[in-house]
């Protein structure tokens, strides 16, 4: 994609040039599983997630039904205030958890933001953090799900942990940075200004959960 013609978008500020694949427009543009409204019945569905404020602007709400005799998903619906890339992320994740008799809910959780992805075809660096929110409602619709059916031990609770007490950095602050852009820690550093002046401990830390959001969201 050298070619002129081939830019979707050119950041006014930077002059990046960022390309969406033919499989990312598609779902852009025909977005699969979407509800344009909420559901005017929501107890027809098993379990019931959100994520984000709409008044920051990013939100993913999702429903879920589960099929009784296979305990498997067998429909994800969802809505989104949302970019392109939180679209056809979400949409292509509701395809992949719901295809082939769906998946069981623990499998759906092993989906992660990469493998969706890869059946994208690939996303700017710079709009990956746009398509986790699928990631994130639907660990919460997970938890809706295991709470309403007994299963307790499965609910997966993320807490904010503060890594530099000085400054009350918390690692769900450097987990934002690495998907804003951050790979190593001094570009942490740079956004959130910890680690400077730190210990050695909160150094070493801040740098293995770089490596770890980094694995996590990039591969």
Known sequence: MNNKQDIDVINQYTGEKWYYSDIVKDHFFHPRNLLWERPKDESEYDAHGMVGSPACGDMMEMWMKIDPATARVKDLKWKTFGCASAIAATSMFSVMVTENGGLSVEEALKVRPQDVMLRLGGLPNRKIHCSVLADKAFQKIANDYFRKTGRFDKIVVEGARVIDPRLN????????????????????????????????EVKTEVEQLVRFYKDKYYG
């Open 169 to 200: 950095i918390t690692d769900k602050d450097i987990e934002e940075a690495v998907l804003e852009g951050a790979q190593n820690l001094e570009d942490v550093q740079k956004k959130l200004k910890v680690g400077v002046g730190a210990s050695e």
